[in-house]
């Protein structure tokens, strides 16, 4: 039986990612989450992350939400959907890890029907890329490259 034990000085109100960044954790920058309620459109993410020697992980958004501390990834895809509020709910799990790795891993490309960045379409500092939908290889792959390129800076 594991044996739980609370260190001197651990607010217990931390989440799961604070506690293990504490601990040491850092991003994994091989994995990837990708996270959308659609699975074609997980498997074609994924197939086009593996083309740029990345372990790509595929979640739907409420999976994704228990998986994300867990591996801690460097990068994150979400699948916006038709309003980009599909994935909301991994954000803060984002903004958690990022807030305790004290960098901006991982990374977020959201994958979106609307043209724009993250500032034009509302989006704040916890998504670094949009690609548009339909998105073609030649549109996400060099996106994902330069996103993990930067991470291992």
């Known amino acids: 039986m594991a044996v739980s034990r609370v260190e001197p000085g651990f607010d217990q109100d931390r989440s799961i990612a604070d506690r ?3 601990h040491g954790l850092a991003p994994d920058l091989s994995r990837v989450l990708v996270v959308g309620n659609s699975q074609i459109n997980r498997i074609v993410v994924a197939r086009i ?5 990345l372990k790509p ?5 409420v999976s994704a939400v228990r998986i994300l501390p867990l591996m801690f990834p460097g990068l994150v895809i979400l699948d916006g959907g038709p309003d980009n509020k599909d994935c909301d709910s991994v954000i803060a ?14 990374a977020v490309i959201l994958l979106s029907n609307r043209n724009g960045d993250p ?8 998504v ?6 339909p998105f073609t290889t030649e549109q996400l792959q060099p996106t994902v490259d330069r996103l993990t390129q930067r991470a291992r800076g």
């Open 20 to 22: 293990d960044a504490a």
């Open 49 to 53: 992350v593996e083309r740029s020697a």
């Open 57 to 61: 992980v595929c979640e739907n958004p």
């Open 93 to 106: 799990g984002v903004v958690a890890l990022r807030r305790v790795s004290g960098r901006n891993l991982p």
């Open 119 to 126: 500032t034009s379409l509302s989006l704040g500092s916890a």
């Open 128 to 133: 670094d890329a949009v690609v548009t939908k």
